[in-house]
């Protein structure tokens, strides 16, 4: 026998009366404390994928650094490689000193010469040998009579017809 | 996966005032404490496998947290907190306001006994558990609890006639 049981009857009695009567909350408390749950199960929710796009975006801005970092370091060193070439100033010519020596100049200010530079307009052509007319006879007799025969008369077309 | 919605107003409609009534003794703001209860158990994950127990539990521990911090409110607002409860339709609303008028006058390690094992369901040894005491220590208390009130019900009884 159980030694945790009410043995008396009245007692019994008034244990199940009191287990048959109900407490219950009214109706808008219950509907209250419901929304209540509601909204914190709601928020925590909210807050578990608001936590993970936090993580996302530091993960991202981590990555982001890390790769720009190097890229600015290489950048810099371009823009180290591509300093200007010193420009020469113009330094303020003395007063006293109206021709000062040629020797002293030359050291000062650069020298510049200006080349000129040949273009070949018509680089398609063929370069004019430049031989004596002796030459060219003589390379002629030496041709190839059949060539030797069309150049004459070319020649003598050009001749007669300019 | 947290306890769903109709689970969780089951539970609020059958166990929201026993539990005011449990905390009532241990803290002054237990319509506080029973909610705080409630919205931890709607996101509790897993769900605890006897919420009922649980909800006790944690109600009882949130209302001993309380106490400590707020010593002086607890005493003022004490003497005007009454656990209110509406009758259900097949309830006496009468009998109900004495009921709970002398489960209110209990002592308070009685009425602790008392609301956990009637309204609570729970098993003495889940309610010795509860309040930190034996199991024949519970049954004992559970048993004077059942006698006090008898004689408060009678008494309001007798002075009713």
């Not at chain 1, 290489?74 to 490689?81: F, H, I, N």
């Not at chain 1, 200006?114 to 006879?137: C, G, I, N, T, Y």
């Amino acid at each position: 026998m159980n030694e945790h049981t009410l043995h008396d009857p009245q007692l019994q009695s008034l244990e199940a009366r009191l287990a048959a009567t109900p407490l219950q909350l009214p109706a808008v408390e219950q509907q209250q404390l419901l929304y209540r749950c509601a909204w914190e199960a709601g928020k925590k929710t909210a807050g578990r994928s608001l936590r993970l796009w936090q993580a996302a975006t530091a993960a991202l801005v981590v990555l982001l650094l890390g790769m720009s970092i190097p890229l600015a370091r290489d950048e810099w060193l371009l823009a180290a490689l591509r300093t200007p070439l010193p420009v020469p100033v113009e330094q303020p010519h003395p007063p006293v000193e109206t021709t000062p020596p040629a020797t002293l100049a030359q050291d000062l200010v650069p020298f510049r010469t200006h080349h000129s530079k040949v273009l070949e307009l018509d680089a398609w052509q063929l370069p004019v040998p430049k031989h004596s007319f002796a030459e060219e006879m003589a390379q002629l007799a030496s041709s190839d009579p059949h060539l030797r025969s069309l150049t004459m008369g070319t020649l003598s077309r050009e001749i007669l017809n300019p | 996966m947290p306890l769903n919605a109709a689970q969780l107003a089951k539970l609020i409609e059958s166990q929201a005032v026993c539990l005011r009534l449990w905390v009532r003794s241990r803290c002054a703001s237990g319509e506080d404490v029973v909610q705080e209860a409630f919205c931890r158990l709607a996101v509790q994950e897993p769900p605890p496998e006897n919420p009922v127990a649980w909800l006790y539990r944690v109600c009882r521990n949130l209302a001993e947290r309380q106490r400590l911090g707020d010593k002086r409110r607890r005493e003022r607002e004490r003497a005007t907190c009454r656990v209110e409860a509406v009758p259900t339709s097949e309830a006496d609303p009468l009998e109900i306001a004495e009921t709970l008028a002398a489960v209110e006058e209990l002592e308070d390690e009685l009425r602790e006994v008392l609301v956990a094992r009637v309204w609570g369901q729970l098993s003495l040894e889940e309610v010795a558990r509860l309040c930190g005491v034996s199991t024949a220590t519970a049954f004992r208390r559970y048993e004077a609890a059942l006698k006090a009130l008898r004689a408060k019900l009678e008494t309001k009884c007798e002075n009713q006639r």
